[in-house]
């Protein structure tokens, strides 16, 4: 870790600091040892050891967004599931609020956000359970916002690209109040107001789609969005329950 400072938006305090290996990592590591409370954020400028899904590299040169989201709750497996949903409803929201064109925004499942088909961020949820009644949960986010990556398995983009031009904090800034609203509508409500959300900017929904789960391709119709945030594909006339892998 280098250099910290401190600040606040909405109900969260945020830790800035300029270099860390892992924001998710680090999260974690100071919430295990109490350090680390509910609704407390680690920022980075950047990351030596970022990280994405499936332990992916996510490169971090300085100028985008590194943040994790510590939460604690009881969740289920389901509901940490659902969780990802949540913040991708609240960074579509808050990049269409943003952007100064009509620009297609689309939820690609199960964590990424796109512009025009590109992506331009992704969410890393990991848990911890603590005891019967708490659960940890690291909500990791990484935006485009200056750079992106040039040989991704899917291709990306950075925001300012799309005429976005935000410094991390700024976008935190717009983040954290519609990331609030949804999480609490979520926590009173269930999962599905925000999946009638998601849905409706769902990258190829109602198209044929190809599904790499563990080395397998699964080609059928993306049909729906289960409960738990599975994707229901239609292989002919079967529909199937997929809750792994990457839409390519």
Known sequence: MINRQNYFIENFLIYDFDEVESTNDLAKSLSQNQQLLP????????QSKGKGRLNRQWQSPIGNLYCSIF???????????????VVSCALNLTIQ?????????????????????????GILIESQQISDKLTNIIVGIGVNLKHHPQNSLFIAENLQ??????E?????QNFLPNFNELYQ???NFGFKNIRELWLKNAYKI???I???????????LFKDLDEDGSLILQIDKICKKINYGDVC
């Open 71 to 85: 939460l604690q709750n009881n969740f289920s497996l389901v509901k940490n599931n659902q969780l990802s949903f």
């Open 210 to 220: 190809k599904i790499n789960c563990s080395k397998i391709n699964e080609i059928g």
């Open 161 to 166: 690209n799309f005429n976005i031009y935000l």
């Open 185 to 187: 509508i979520w926590l």
């Open 39 to 46: 609704n407390q954020i680690i920022i980075a400028k950047t």
């Open 168 to 172: 991390p904090l700024d976008f935190l």
């Open 206 to 208: 109602g198209e044929e």
């Open 97 to 121: 609020k943003l952007a100064k064109h009509n620009f297609a925004i689309q939820n690609k499942w199960p964590n990424d956000l796109l512009i025009d088909q590109k992506k331009v961020a």
